[in-house]
């Protein structure tokens, strides 16, 4: 059985920082790419970051210089180092995975929903206080 398994939201105040962990089981981590959506209320799913499994990452122009996305294999991890967070960061941040997605900007409905991408994690809360 798939489980991502999401960690390291909690509430910050403006230009702090978070560590959000996306730890996978049951599918071969090292041969898939993983991402991060995140979902404020009344708006749609939309990206934040990817990473593929031969270690390329891409960023939405909204969180690049302040996020980074990494993985350790090891630990069938991927990690999102948030800094310099804005209010405009809260949202339920989102886990997914799948073998060959495209990843588009805005998945359009519900986070965690949506197929593909194919595994979705139960989301973790962040929020940016001003």
């Known amino acids: 059985e798939v489980h991502l398994v999401e960690s390291g939201g909690g509430s910050v105040q403006a230009g702090g920082a978070l560590r959000l962990s996306c730890t996978a089981s049951?599918?071969?981590?090292?041969?898939?790419?993983m991402g991060w959506y995140r979902q404020a209320p009344g708006n749609e799913c939309y990206l934040v970051s990817t990473?593929?499994?031969?270690?390329?990452?891409y960023y939405t122009d909204d969180v690049k210089g302040r996020f980074t996305i990494s993985q350790d294999d090891a630990k069938n991890t991927v990690y999102l180092q948030m800094n310099r967070l804005e209010p405009e960061d809260t949202a339920l941040y989102y886990c997914?995975?799948?073998?060959?997605?495209?990843?588009?900007?805005?998945?359009?409905?519900?986070?965690?929903?949506?197929?593909?991408?194919?595994?979705w994690g139960q989301g973790t809360q962040v929020t940016v206080s001003s």
């Open positions: 997914a995975a799948d073998l060959d997605f495209d990843w588009p900007h805005s998945l359009g409905g519900l986070c965690g929903s949506v197929r593909p991408p194919e595994y």
């Open positions: 049951g599918f071969t981590f090292a041969d898939s790419d």
């Open positions: 990473i593929n499994a031969d270690g390329t990452t």
